[in-house]
């Protein structure tokens, strides 16, 4: 097994930070634009749930959050499927595919009569979608190794998160002047132009000689690598867990902060206050990750996460919550997990050069759906309190360092 991971490792020498095909900057700005795709079908729905609930007949909070559930689902899943395309056909077409299905199911989203067309609507949208994270790993995974794939990762997220932080004010915009389904077709119409300057500015990155056949044989061989990695499979784990904590961020803010705050025209402030809090520190990281290494900041990060939802529960405990100590430790938290999810995401495909897009796929799928559904287990705890969301980020927090200390054989903070 170790001859195959040796086999299936890139052994090219490190990468510098100008082996992109096109400009540095227009490259992390187009990564960057590729990734806040699917961010912005789940964020800037939060605001329009309740409308969605009213029109069509779903009063609970449990039955209208599917509408972000199954996206998510969708989205995790498709990547077992545009993975292995990717490596086989190339990136640019398995992505144009995508993004062209993800513009259908989104114009059929806005167009759904019932809920039950919605769903079907938006899980085929969140699989066609999946092409975008799939693709956009690879591609950085192409171009860059080691520290300098964590700094252009880092950068890309950091631009990638102003759809986190603008998709909530966007949609509550957008309901102000039509409904919910205007929403759908404002996406569609963005994803249109990011399939426009995909197409015309970026070319294939890679090379026919280093394209893998399609079949059963070579799936289940390219999974089992990934899979038999120590890197690979630890920080995939640790970065599931810690993903699971973000989802229950987003299923639990807008019942906090209409129930417990009791200040739901302040979710988009609230939620562009963590989400900036998290491109703040992929900035830092940029700058910082190429002298300290990924290991040290990832595991740095996840103390500090565990630390601020400890103060958290603390001041639950106490009775001195208010909304302005619970954006600051949140916002806090979700720093730590940006520092730690970056570096951990470019860890764990460290070894994956020669199966950089089935790699992705499976790591990816894995990720995110296992990631929803804890992020869902996080959420069904809700009590009307902050309880559930703190307890998601410290149990996450402490996980996450634990498993990183067996994939490291106990050496924590150490420089990669």
Not at 51 to 56: A, D, H, T, Y
Not at 185 to 196: H, M, N, R
Not at 274 to 282: L, Q
Request: hydrophobic letters at 55%; glycine letters at 12%.
């Amino acid at each position: 097994m170790s001859g195959m991971r040796r086999a299936m490792s890139i052994e090219s020498p490190p990468a510098t930070l100008n082996t992109a095909p096109i400009p540095f900057l227009e490259f992390v700005a187009l990564v960057a634009a590729l990734m806040s795709l699917g961010a912005l079908g789940i964020d800037s729905m939060l605001p329009a749930l309740p409308e969605i609930g009213r029109r069509l007949g779903v009063p609970d909070v449990g039955g209208r959050a599917l509408v972000v559930t199954v996206f998510v689902v969708g989205f995790g899943l498709g990547q077992l499927m545009q993975g292995p395309l990717t490596d086989r056909y190339g990136r640019r077409p398995v992505l144009i595919g995508g993004l062209i299905g993800y513009i259908v199911c989104c114009l059929l989203a806005g167009l759904a009569g019932s809920f039950t067309l919605l769903l079907a609507a938006r899980f085929a949208g969140g699989v066609a979608i999946a092409a975008s994270r799939v693709v956009t790993i690879a591609l950085v995974r192409d171009c860059f190794t080691g520290r300098a794939m964590a700094k252009v990762s880092s950068l890309a997220f950091m631009v990638f998160m102003a759809a986190p932080i603008l998709a909530p004010s966007v949609g509550q915009l957008i309901l102000l002047v039509g409904s919910w389904r205007l929403i759908f077709e404002v996406i569609a119409g963005l994803a249109a132009l990011v399939l426009v300057w995909f197409a015309w500015r970026m070319p294939e990155t890679l090379a026919p000689e280093n394209r893998v056949p399609l079949s059963v044989r070579q799936l289940l061989r390219g999974w089992r690598a990934t899979l038999a990695d120590r890197a690979s499979l630890g920080y995939m784990i640790a970065g599931m867990i810690v993903q699971g904590a973000l989802f229950g961020y987003i299923g639990l803010i807008e019942p906090i902060m209409e129930r417990v705050f009791h200040a739901q025209h302040l979710l988009g402030p609230v939620f562009a206050a963590s989400a900036g809090t998290m491109a703040a520190a992929n900035l830092l990281n940029s700058r910082i990750v190429m002298r300290l290494g990924m290991r040290r900041i990832s595991q740095a990060a996840l103390v500090v996460m565990t630390l601020a939802a400890a103060g958290g529960l603390i001041a639950v405990g106490m009775g001195r919550e208010g909304l302005v100590p619970f954006v600051l430790l949140q916002a806090l938290a979700m720093a730590g997990y940006g520092l730690a999810g970056s570096n951990m995401s470019a860890m764990a495909m460290e070894n994956m050069g020669a199966i950089a897009g089935t790699a992705a796929s499976l790591q990816g799928a894995l990720v995110v759906t296992g990631g929803a559904v804890l992020g869902s287990i996080i959420a069904s705890f809700f009590d009307g309190t902050t309880i559930a969301l703190h307890a998601g980020f410290f149990v996450a927090g402490l996980l996450g360092l634990g498993i990183a200390a067996i994939v490291e054989r106990g050496r924590l903070f150490r420089p990669s």
